[in-house]
């Protein structure tokens, strides 16, 4: 844990040629009405994606097995048209650990909708920077680069910054795919609206979050419960000066529906005052879960 925020901290334009990979994924492809297709194959998909993500080197700093970075993606094959064309939705979870402790926090967990590619059993999985080579590559790739940014940004005040660039180089080369997903204009919840959104200087509030939230309160809650209780309280005005220009952002659903219960067991504990704090701004930023927050008055 030291070691991953020194490398943050102070190492974050440096380009370390090491071998040990980022992430520990965990993936799992499961269906959802469909009949008549080789298992087999959902199985040689799985185990290509998990390969993909865990085996590729996506950056040049150096983890060691325990620090490698905690995610879920749960891909649910609702279509398949002919022998190699899929599509459903992605559920991914990216977890951080919370420092001396065995607590890992979300940091996001969020669903693609719009999961469309082409697979062929047991063929190689190659993806080539700034170069849309297929849509499966591109959309790992994008979500592999964008977790690195969050991470790293819960450790360091905008050290996502050069994942955030990747990701946008992947979205960039995608925009001719005719593929979903990668394009401003098909709605407000996409990758390309999430990454727009996050990297915004306009709503840097989020990234201020991430880092507050993450590493002045939560960390330090292990030694000093108040202190780290009552950063990871004002931290939430971030939340508010988002909402106030823009509501209803994406990233920012993201991170309010992400947190919510993490909020509401932190603050069983807190002064009154505090709660009451909370449950002011958490209210206004989330409208449609007001009487969740309430939940803080109930036990300790």
């Avoid at 070691?3 to 974050?12: D, E, Q």
């Avoid at 401003?184 to 915004?200: D, M, S, V, W, Y």
């Avoid at 991430?210 to 108040?226: A, F, K, N, P, T």
């Avoid at 993490?262 to 958490?282: G, S, V």
Wanted: with cysteine.
């Amino acid at each position: 844990m030291h070691k991953r925020i020194l490398i943050a901290i102070f190492s974050l334009f440096l380009t370390i040629n090491m071998s040990a990979q980022e992430f520990l994924c965990d993936i799992s492809v499961q269906l959802q009405g469909i009949r008549g297709v080789d298992p087999s194959i959902f199985d040689a998909m799985q185990k290509s994606m998990f390969e993909f993500m865990n085996n590729r080197k996506w950056s040049g700093y150096n983890f060691k097995m325990e620090e490698r970075i905690q995610c879920t993606m749960l891909f649910t094959i609702t279509g398949v048209k002919g022998s190699d064309e899929f599509s459903g939705t992605l559920n991914i979870v990216l977890q951080r650990p919370v420092y001396k402790s065995d607590y890992a926090s979300p940091v996001i967990n969020m669903i693609d909708n719009d999961i469309h590619f082409k697979y062929i059993p047991y063929q190689s999985m190659e993806f080539v920077e700034n170069t849309y080579t297929d849509n499966l590559t591109s959309i790992l790739a994008y979500y592999s680069y964008l977790m690195l940014g969050l991470d790293f940004d819960t450790f360091s005040l905008y050290g996502g910054d050069p994942f955030y660039e990747k990701a946008q180089s992947v979205v960039n080369s995608a925009q001719n795919s005719n593929r979903k997903g990668w394009q401003a204009f098909e709605g407000p919840k996409n990758r390309n609206q999430f990454l727009a959104g996050i990297t915004n200087s306009s709503y840097n509030n989020l990234r201020m979050f991430l880092y507050e939230y993450h590493r002045r309160g939560l960390d330090i809650m292990s030694e000093d419960v108040e202190a780290g209780r009552s950063v990871c309280g004002k931290s939430l005005r971030h939340f508010k000066a988002v909402n106030d220009k823009r509501p209803g952002l994406y990233p920012l659903q993201v991170f309010v529906e992400t947190k919510r219960s993490e909020l509401i067991n932190i603050f069983k504990k807190a002064t009154p005052a505090e709660k009451t704090a909370m449950i002011n701004i958490m209210k206004d930023v989330d409208p449609a879960n007001s009487s969740t927050y309430d939940g803080v008055n109930k036990g300790r």
